[in-house]
Structure formats: C-alpha cells, structure tokens
C-alpha cells in the first residue's frame, strides 16, 4: 500500500498542552499537506508544506518536513477543545493533484 | 465563495443497486477529485477529472466510475454495490493543473449499503 503511516494513532492531552503528531510516507512527494477532520466529516485544510520547505508555520501551528527521512511533523500549541479531531497527513506527487493519506491521528483535547 | 457541495448527504442503497453521487467544485475550480473513506482502509483515492478528462485512477474495480461536465461538476457513479462499499465518500476540488494547490473537500457523501 502507498499509504503513509501516522504516529501516535490516537492522542489525549489538556488544553493548554502542545500536541505533535508525526507522519511518515514512502514515495518521492512535491508537497506534504495536512488536514483534519471532524466526526467523520469533510477534511478541513490547515497547512501545506513544498518539498523544498524544512519548516512552516500557521498560528499556532507548526509542520516540519524530512525528505531524507520521508516524515513530517505537526506541532499545534496551546491546545484547545476545539482542536479536538482527527488529523490527516496526505502526499502529492508531482503533476497531480492526487493525495495519499497517512492512517491519521485521533487527538483528544480536554477542558 | 461558496464552497465544494456534494449531493446527497446521506444514502441508503441495497445490495445490487447502484448510486450515483454528485460534487458541485468551487466556482472557477478545474480539477475535482473523489475519495473514499472507511474505517478499515482509511481515505483512499479513487480518481481525478481534469477539464472532462480522466487524469488520474485509483485501485478500484471499475464497478466505481466517474465523469465531469462542463461546468466542471462531476458526478461518481457505483454500480452493483457491495455492503463494503458503504463509506463517508468525499470530493474535492483545486484550481491548479499541476498540484501545488489546496484541495477543498466538500462534506460528503454518507453511503450505507445494506
């Protein structure tokens, strides 16, 4: 399967707290990007990152990404309740706009 | 602008019948993409219409079909379905031709086959 890997599966944190979820993929990729996802609704678009990008940032989001070791990382700081999601990495070759995606990860987020 | 709308929002079929799905893309979006997602599998690529051209195919049997008009609204079609067929089913749509754009998802299509 094509479909990257993410790391934790799930977790459970406090607000206030940071929360960083890593992603790992298999192919040569143009851009990286990440999505969450509400109660199995549509994917929400938070950031994208181009393969010649070390690191990005978003408000309190942050995304760094390793072509040498095909991973990428999302920090999202001060958490909220409201981040409470999942969160999806997913890859794009180049001249496509076809996206794989990583297995997500399921963030908790308590008051 | 409004965004990627997908029609319906919840489905119920039975075995054997077959669906047809339907994605409005961003006004002034060429490219639109559909996916599938199941707990088992996850979010899977199932394919890419370009200007009404097929660009891209994922690894599904050809039960699962597709096709864009004009407009660039696109519709997906399942023939004979499957109980595994039933999935969130969403869409997506870009501007560019050649990545490096967002993908706007729509909300999806909830399917349920029994």
């Known amino acids: 399967s094509q479909q990257g890997e993410e790391d934790p599966q799930a977790l459970s944190i406090q607000e206030g707290e940071n929360a960083t979820m890593n992603c790992s993929y298999k192919t040569s990729i143009n851009n990286l990007q990440w999505y969450r996802q509400n109660s199995g609704r549509g994917l929400v678009h938070l950031i994208l990152?181009?393969?010649?990008?070390r690191e990005k940032h978003s408000g309190r989001l942050r995304v760094t990404l390793d072509t040498s070791k095909k991973s990428s990382s999302l920090l999202i700081t001060a958490s909220r309740a409201a981040d409470t999601a999942s969160y999806f990495c997913a890859t794009e070759a180049y001249n496509t706009d076809k996206l794989i995606f990583g297995t997500g990860t399921r963030l908790q987020v308590f008051p | 602008k409004a965004g990627v709308t997908q029609t319906p929002r919840y489905l119920i079929k039975t075995r054997g019948q077959q669906v047809t799905l339907s994605c409005s893309p961003i006004s002034g979006h060429r490219s639109v993409s559909w996916y599938q997602q199941t707990p088992g599998q996850g979010l899977q690529f199932l394919f890419e219409?370009?200007?009404?051209?097929?660009?891209n195919k994922g690894n599904f049997p050809g039960r699962f079909s597709g096709r864009q008009f004009s407009n660039s609204r696109s519709e997906m079609n399942v023939s004979t379905l499957e109980l595994g067929d039933s999935a969130l089913y969403l869409c997506a749509s870009s501007g560019n031709t050649g990545g490096q754009e967002t993908q706007y998802f729509g909300p999806g299509t909830r399917l349920l086959v029994l």
């Open positions: 219409y370009f200007s009404e051209t097929q660009r």
């Open positions: 990152i181009r393969s010649n990008e």
